[in-house]
């Protein structure tokens, strides 16, 4: 994948807090190249100086750093790599060198490989807030939350300007259910960058998680006027949509995002979820079939799917997808209990029963009652069976 100048300089100096972007001496030439988004005139001007035979062994380790930034700004993942690699033999101590391997690793999710680059690069520097940043970000996505702020804490200390660092923590209190300080620092980073993306996400996130659906929309609609091709802030602004139950609005959205990347289960799956409380189970059906051949192992998907088959009357298919769904979630009672339903819509009181039975025995049903108030169940009620599970 190619970036953008704008997306590669942030790589390039990290999160901004890079100490080696600002570094004279080396590779000046190349370097400014790679900085200012000139990527194939900077692999020419690295090769010309790294094949000249007059360089040392820093100054070469630089040089293949460099050429190795422009790679990888091309997309030339593998030749990025081997430039990295060959920086770190010619010079074990070049930092630069192990931050960005260890992003192509990160990238990758190859976060042990990755981890321990961006921790070689703090033993030669202590204060590579890059270095710091990137591990942070590792140990978020690992769950290792406090091992995630102790290094972002210590990379805003480095650079208190980095707007990303504070997008960076804002996510991790997010995900410990720390809200304040997460809105606390997704508003320092807007404060540094008011077109930091992912703090207008993640406190999009957050607002609309608070009901604060005012706040939260003007979040996203900054969102996907600065981003208008990043899919999730047409996806938070449909949810929202159809929390206030503006089905058409929300549908309107989640469409915007599958045009923008149509291999994303969760908005098939969500645009489904809008078809249906906007009665229009045969849209619901194609987009939970949609959903489905995507990721054909979730048991979510084919209830979903088999909601919107019984309500067109396709209770032999929504059968199917029921026992396929408890196949992959045995015991789940939604399930179940739609299992029932369909089965005394089909008028099979023995399956009707037995699936009651197994939602109010093994699948947590816990008030049996509650189908008497259920017309689904009025093609059983004068069963033998039903009796049976009604005395029990």
Known sequence: MRLSRAVFAGFVCGVGV????????????????????KFKEAVKECTTEIASGKLSSGP??????????????????????????????????????YVGRGEVYETGKDYQRARSDFSKALEI????????????????????????????????????NSARVYSFRGRTYAAMNQQEKALDDYAKALELNPKEILSLLGRGLIEKKLRHYEEALADYNRLAEIAPGFWPAYQGRGEIYGALKKYDKAIEDLTRAIRIDPTQVLLYSQRGWMYVFDEKPEDALKDFSKAIELRPDSARLYLARAASLKEIGRYESAAEDLKKSLELKPGELPATMLLARVESLRRNAAQACRWLKSSYEKGGLRDPYIVIREKDFDNIRGSECYREFMEQ
Do not use: Q
């Open 18 to 37: 890079l100490v080696t972007c600002a570094v004279t001496g080396y590779a000046a030439d190349c370097r400014e190249l790679v900085i200012g988004g």
């Open 60 to 97: 070469l380790a630089d040089r293949h750093a460099w050429r190795a930034f422009a790679y990888k700004g091309l997309g030339e993942t593998r030749r990025a790599m081997a430039d990295f690699d060959a920086a770190v033999l010619i010079d074990p101590k070049n930092e630069i060198s």
């Open 125 to 160: 520097n202590p204060r590579n807030g890059a270095a710091l940043a990137h591990r942070g970000n590792i140990s978020y996505v690992e769950k290792k939350y406090d091992l995630a702020l102790e290094d972002l804490g210590r990379a805003i200390e480095i650079d208190a």
